[in-house]
């Protein structure tokens, strides 16, 4: 069988004396887009910032194309390919559309600023708007794009539609059907489980830093009374 493309096995993360992750373990397989969900406070965001480095892990490991990444600097781990969408956005408002994507191209082959606008076309449109002169989904997409143009093999979205209208999250679940039909490896941290059991192939439940629940995408879609019990569905 294949390597996990990621492999997150059994980490401890704190901020200052509070525990919050208590041994989480996931992995995900190149080309695979995978889930990680649960109620608000439970460990997702935190999850993913130790992965990427942001608040590391003080026990576990964090395997990343075969490598140990966990006690790397976070600028280290994102030029190993993993590009992150953070919770928020956080694309730069005084910037326009086409410098916050410019702001982090890698500049090696890959993505380019017109396969970002046949991405999300939208985006070309306002391509000379300043990042907070954009409407929320446009704000998604761009932090989506600029995530991108950094060539990641893998890429982690933190609540991507968050506050966004059905249309607009609908469109970013097609972009994301793309992405990973063009092979990209994804992990997912949202709340629309119905979306996500079409999309996604296989789902992480956590609750109070623990996995509580693990399975495929028909496994969790046959179990709604775990859904109700971990995400209130
Ligand atoms: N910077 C911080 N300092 C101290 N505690 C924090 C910090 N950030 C998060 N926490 C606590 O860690 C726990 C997990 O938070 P985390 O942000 O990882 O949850 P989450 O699952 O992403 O929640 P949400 O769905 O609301 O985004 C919460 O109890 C939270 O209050
Ligand atoms: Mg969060």
């Given amino acids: 069988m294949a390597e996990p493309l990621l492999s997150v096995d059994a980490i401890e993360t704190c901020y200052g004396l509070s525990q919050v992750l208590f041994g989480i373990s996931i992995s995900i397989m190149p080309g695979e887009m995978v889930t990680l969900m649960g109620r608000n406070g439970m460990g997702k965001t935190t999850t993913v910032r130790s992965i990427m480095g942001l608040t590391p892990a003080r026990a576990g490991s964090i395997r990343f194309g075969g490598e140990d990444i966990r006690a790397l600097p976070a600028y280290r781990i994102a030029k190993r390919g993993i590009g992150l969408v953070p919770e928020g956005r956080q694309i730069f408002p005084n910037l326009s559309v086409r410098e916050n994507l410019t702001a982090t191209a890698s500049g090696e082959d890959g993505w380019t600023l017109g396969k970002i606008y046949e991405l999300f076309p939208s985006l070309s449109a ?108």
């Fill in 126 to 233: 306002r391509e000379s708007s300043m990042g907070n002169q954009l409407s929320g989904g446009e704000q998604q997409m761009l932090a989506i794009g600029r995530a991108l143009m950094t060539n990641p093999r893998l890429l982690i979205l933190d609540e991507a539609t968050e506050g966004l209208a059905p249309l607009v999250r609908a469109e970013i679940w097609r972009c994301l059907a793309r992405l990973k039909a063009a092979g990209l490896s994804i992990l997912v941290i949202d709340k629309n489980v119905g979306a996500l059991t079409q999309i996604a192939d296989r789902h992480f439940l956590i609750e109070r830093g623990r996995v509580v629940w693990k399975g495929s995408s028909a496994e969790l879609a046959a179990v709604p009374e775990v859904q109700h019990r971990y995400l209130g569905v």
